[in-house]
């Protein structure tokens, strides 16, 4: 029995070592060559796979970031009429609120951009992330007006700080390497951020308890969400031998008409937004007759998200005849934001209807003319891009914030009724005045251009792609990197040098002698 048994084992032993080497023959055999490149590509597949999930979770992060920090520094508008009541302000002091915030930006966006190439992204990411909590503690605690004014600084600055490393990571760390797909994003996330702050407060504020409270404790739990998933963020992109060092704006002789035409519909566009984003609670209260959170933030957010809607839309047409149409639209916005303020329509449905028209309206005015002028500017810029887009921004923000506390001023002698309304008739006369100048600067440039090119539209989408606007402006600020655009129209990457990272721009593409003359 015993030698049986050893039998049977030794045929077990055999038979596994022949079926192992069955094995072995057909890997490294005749089957060597088709087996091993399969395998090492499926190597290769899944290392791709890794980095692009980790390149893509990084993008996001940076979307997350950029969204709620603009949802932080806007969501405050609703509120306005609240605290009007509670702390006893006026209406001048509410334009200032909101102006504090649009002029806060600026220079924070020129001092602070450059630093996400000097000490990386994710150090920049989180002190702005810190800025915009510290912020946002005022309005939750606010006694005094000083605090609010504190917190709207605070959420500017944080702003500024993270914008442009922000853009940065979306349009770098895209993992197919579609940098305008990268700026699109920024863009969405920027106004989505901005829609949704005013939505959310109004909604709580409405139908929640502590109006003035729960919104920010909300806000402050998402900060604190978004603060800790940078953690799985790398330590961050340098740029070798950069130094911290602001953007300075300036203009070249030769671009400056074509920039005085684009910075005039640019700040018309945000005007008209700067308006109803300080003006728009106290404005609907009379209108409606009551206050309603909950309306006024829907509406704010509508127009907002017209605005991000118009971007896909505006690179169909030449800049130009989108800053035409953009400035019809606003004018045509502000008439329908007076007609809410007649006799006839007092706190009826037709007010409020004029008054959500008004807001659609204006927010895909406001995306047309944003993107035409950037388009314009972007594609006839050849040297110097950060300095031209410092300025053409610096116009668009002072827009932003001037004219709401023009409007803040006028209510120290009339009413609130009255200046909006005086002040709104007067923009659309100067919208209206100015609707056929970028036609007829475009017909001008053209007559005097000694060598005739390809059509504007091959030129403006090789120089800027359709992205978004608001990324052009902010990725400025880390312009030795790239270049794509802020808000929400074009793209287009550009090195320090100033040469373009997708293709040549107009200016490139003829030469700065053609390009002066176009200009």
């Given at each position: 029995m015993r030698s049986i048994c050893n039998r049977w084992s030794i045929i077990q032993r055999s038979y596994m070592v022949f079926c192992k080497s069955i094995c072995f023959s057909n890997i490294l055999g005749r089957d060597h060559d088709e087996h091993?490149?399969?395998?090492?590509?499926?190597?290769?597949?899944?290392?791709?796979?890794?980095?692009?999930?980790?390149?893509?979770r990084e993008m996001w992060i940076a979307a997350g970031v950029l969204a709620t920090l603009?949802?932080?520094?806007?969501?405050?508008?609703?509120?306005?009429?609240?605290?009007?009541?509670?702390?006893?302000?006026?209406?001048?002091?509410?334009?200032?609120?909101?102006?504090?915030?649009?002029?806060?930006?600026?220079?924070?966006?020129?001092?602070?951009?450059?630093?996400?190439?000097?000490?990386?992204?994710?150090?920049?990411?989180a002190l702005g992330v810190t800025c915009a909590a510290i912020g946002t503690l005022p309005f939750a605690v606010a006694e005094h007006v000083a605090w609010l004014f504190a917190g709207r600084l605070l959420l500017g600055v944080a702003l500024g700080l993270a914008t442009g490393a922000g853009v940065a990571m979306m349009i770098e760390r895209e993992p197919s390497g579609n940098r305008a797909r990268g700026s699109l994003l920024a863009t969405l996330s920027f106004i989505g951020g901005t829609g949704a702050g005013p939505l959310l407060t109004g909604v709580l504020a409405q139908y929640a308890p502590a109006p003035t409270v729960l919104p920010f404790v909300v806000m402050l739990a998402v900060l604190l969400a978004v603060g800790v998933s940078l953690a799985w963020v790398p330590g961050g992109v340098l740029v070798r031998g950069q130094r911290w060092r602001p953007t300075r704006p300036s203009v070249p002789h030769h671009l400056r008409t074509t920039f005085v035409v684009a910075g005039t519909t640019g700040f018309l566009g945000w005007a008209v937004v700067g308006i109803f984003l300080a003006l728009l609670p106290s404005v609907a209260e009379s209108v409606l007759g009551r206050p309603n959170l909950a309306v006024t933030g829907a509406i704010i957010a509508a127009l907002l998200l017209c605005s991000a809607l118009a971007q896909p839309l505006a690179p169909r047409l030449l800049p130009h005849a989108a800053q035409t149409l953009g400035v019809t639209m606003i004018a045509v916005a502000l008439g329908l934001l007076v007609s809410s303020y007649l006799p006839m329509f007092a706190q009826t449905p037709a007010s409020l209807v004029l008054l959500i028209?008004?807001?659609?309206?204006?927010?895909?005015?406001?995306?047309?003319?944003?993107?035409g002028a950037a388009a314009d500017v972007d594609a006839r810029t050849s040297e110097h891009r950060a300095a031209v887009t410092a300025s053409l921004y610096l116009l668009f923000y002072l827009g932003a914030g001037l004219p709401a506390v023009g409007v803040g001023l006028l209510t120290m002698i009339l009413s609130l009724g009255t200046a909006v309304l005086l002040f709104s008739l007067v923009v659309a006369l100067v919208t209206v005045l100015f609707l056929p100048v970028p036609s007829l600067v475009q017909t001008q440039i053209f007559a005097t251009a000694p060598v005739p090119g390809p059509p504007e539209r091959d030129r403006v989408r090789e120089g800027a792609t359709t992205g978004s606007a608001f990324a052009h402006s902010v990725i400025q600020s880390s312009w030795s990197h790239h270049h794509a655009t802020l808000g929400y129209g074009n793209g287009a990457g550009s090195g320090s040098d100033g040469r373009s990272v997708h293709g040549s721009g107009a200016s490139d593409k003829y030469g700065p002698d053609r390009s002066a003359a176009r200009s």
């Amino acid at each position: 029995m015993r030698s049986i048994c050893n039998r049977w084992s030794i045929i077990q032993r055999s038979y596994m070592v022949f079926c192992k080497s069955i094995c072995f023959s057909n890997i490294l055999g005749r089957d060597h060559d088709e087996h091993v490149p399969r395998f090492r590509s499926d190597a290769r597949d899944v290392t791709n796979e890794l980095r692009v999930r980790s390149t893509a979770r990084e993008m996001w992060i940076a979307a997350g970031v950029l969204a709620t920090l603009s949802a932080a520094a806007n969501m405050a508008s609703p509120l306005y009429p609240t605290y009007q009541q509670a702390l006893g302000i006026s209406d001048l002091a509410v334009t200032l609120l909101y102006a504090t915030y649009a002029l806060a930006s600026v220079p924070s966006l020129l001092l602070f951009g450059p630093a996400a190439d000097a000490f990386g992204r994710k150090p920049v990411l989180a002190l702005g992330v810190t800025c915009a909590a510290i912020g946002t503690l005022p309005f939750a605690v606010a006694e005094h007006v000083a605090w609010l004014f504190a917190g709207r600084l605070l959420l500017g600055v944080a702003l500024g700080l993270a914008t442009g490393a922000g853009v940065a990571m979306m349009i770098e760390r895209e993992p197919s390497g579609n940098r305008a797909r990268g700026s699109l994003l920024a863009t969405l996330s920027f106004i989505g951020g901005t829609g949704a702050g005013p939505l959310l407060t109004g909604v709580l504020a409405q139908y929640a308890p502590a109006p003035t409270v729960l919104p920010f404790v909300v806000m402050l739990a998402v900060l604190l969400a978004v603060g800790v998933s940078l953690a799985w963020v790398p330590g961050g992109v340098l740029v070798r031998g950069q130094r911290w060092r602001p953007t300075r704006p300036s203009v070249p002789h030769h671009l400056r008409t074509t920039f005085v035409v684009a910075g005039t519909t640019g700040f018309l566009g945000w005007a008209v937004v700067g308006i109803f984003l300080a003006l728009l609670p106290s404005v609907a209260e009379s209108v409606l007759g009551r206050p309603n959170l909950a309306v006024t933030g829907a509406i704010i957010a509508a127009l907002l998200l017209c605005s991000a809607l118009a971007q896909p839309l505006a690179p169909r047409l030449l800049p130009h005849a989108a800053q035409t149409l953009g400035v019809t639209m606003i004018a045509v916005a502000l008439g329908l934001l007076v007609s809410s303020y007649l006799p006839m329509f007092a706190q009826t449905p037709a007010s409020l209807v004029l008054l959500i028209s008004a807001a659609v309206t204006a927010g895909m005015g406001h995306g047309m003319s944003y993107w035409g002028a950037a388009a314009d500017v972007d594609a006839r810029t050849s040297e110097h891009r950060a300095a031209v887009t410092a300025s053409l921004y610096l116009l668009f923000y002072l827009g932003a914030g001037l004219p709401a506390v023009g409007v803040g001023l006028l209510t120290m002698i009339l009413s609130l009724g009255t200046a909006v309304l005086l002040f709104s008739l007067v923009v659309a006369l100067v919208t209206v005045l100015f609707l056929p100048v970028p036609s007829l600067v475009q017909t001008q440039i053209f007559a005097t251009a000694p060598v005739p090119g390809p059509p504007e539209r091959d030129r403006v989408r090789e120089g800027a792609t359709t992205g978004s606007a608001f990324a052009h402006s902010v990725i400025q600020s880390s312009w030795s990197h790239h270049h794509a655009t802020l808000g929400y129209g074009n793209g287009a990457g550009s090195g320090s040098d100033g040469r373009s990272v997708h293709g040549s721009g107009a200016s490139d593409k003829y030469g700065p002698d053609r390009s002066a003359a176009r200009s």
